[in-house]
């Protein structure tokens, strides 16, 4: 009987030690929504691909609200979410988390405590939202015809630049910090403002990829972070491919846009086995005679030995283009959601002209800086 009851003492023993391990790991998020009285509040975890719902809390008078969830062990991402309002929570070690917040300015008049990594995310995410702010209205400026295609290419590089440089505070202050990844990702209707394949903005992605490999090194976002700077890294150097199976499939960099007649013309196909360059560009802009003039010359030396251009046009006056492109020589089609189509998001367009080049596999193998140095580099890749 002694026995027995010892090995139950025992057994409690160690389920009180495996309780109270678990229990360290944990970390709390918890606090007040003033007015959220009835509304539903959502705790999720923000991965690298998706996002998905640990818990949630239907708040009561008090509005008071207390999540907990078992640390990862690296640093992660977690939001609360009210209605479409949300909150961003960087996690590095068991912590709590406290959040006073409104049901109605929940997203941007929050005051957090105990983590100065949440503070940090809290000042990018207004950061971010300030941009984003200057952002749509130049697109409605756009839009509403105030402004030409130039002005807005034009306009649009400062409102990005300003976050950058806020930005980069945080990134260069500490790399290996979860704010620094937060700042690094931080995007503007589905763009990234740092471009990894900007020779300028890779420093960021560079500088923010080594630190995480080191201290995070079997951490899923160090490894993520670590293959696109990686990749980005050989576009811009051209050593090889793009190998951008490892980031995202090919068919993600695909197009399928209408000529001046109206027929829908492949990228992939319509430039397979050739070395073709894709030339993103607006003829309205100032400068589109004279780049037209540079594309030409090369395209005339080299379209015997299988050099093809995929010019996709973004302006907005579709009889200008059709008028504009109707006696050029190679492939012209033109993107009826202009400069913020989701094929100026895939590729990362910020600035007309931008182009790349795609070898004779259908690969990534260089992002054009300089159209001064293109013949360069295409008689570098059409062998």
Known sequence: MNGLKMQMIAACALLFLVFSCEKDKRFTIR????????????????????????????????GSFDFRHLNSGEPDFYRLRLDAQLINIAIDSSEVVDIQAN???????????????????????????????AYNKLRKSYNDGSVTVDQYMEQIIPVLNEYKESAKNYIYTNPKSSSAYFALFQQINGML??????????????????????????SARSKHLYNMALQALKAIRGERPVEYDVIESNAHLEMKLPDIHEKQISLFESCKGKLALIDFTAYQMQESPFHNIQLNE?????????????????????????????????ICVRDPQSVYSQ??????????????????????????????????EVDRFIK
Request: with cysteine; proline share 3%; hydrophobic share 35%.
């Open 193 to 218: 403002i740092f471009d990894p394949y900007d020779k300028e903005d890779y420093k960021a992605f560079g500088a923010v990829a080594t630190s995480w490999d080191q201290y995070f090194p079997e």
């Open 298 to 330: 090369i395209y005339e030396k080299y379209k015997s030995r299988g050099f093809e251009i995929y010019q996709v046009s973004f302006d907005p006056d579709v009889h200008f283009w059709k008028n504009a492109s109707a006696n050029l020589p190679w």
């Open 31 to 62: 606090g007040n929504v003033s007015e959220g009285k009835g509304k539903t509040m959502f705790f999720e975890h923000v991965g690298i691909s998706k996002i998905d719902v640990l818990d949630s809390v239907k708040l009561d008078d008090k």
């Open 103 to 133: 049901a109605s300015n929940f997203a941007q008049g929050y005051a957090v405590e105990g983590s100065a990594e949440c503070s940090k995310i809290k000042e990018l995410t207004m950061s971010q939202l300030k941009a984003s702010i």
């Open 343 to 376: 094929n100026a998001l895939n590729y990362n367009v910020k600035n007309l002209p931008t182009a790349f080049l795609m070898n004779r596999n259908g690969e990534i193998v260089k992002r054009i800086d300089s159209f001064d140095h293109l013949e360069k």
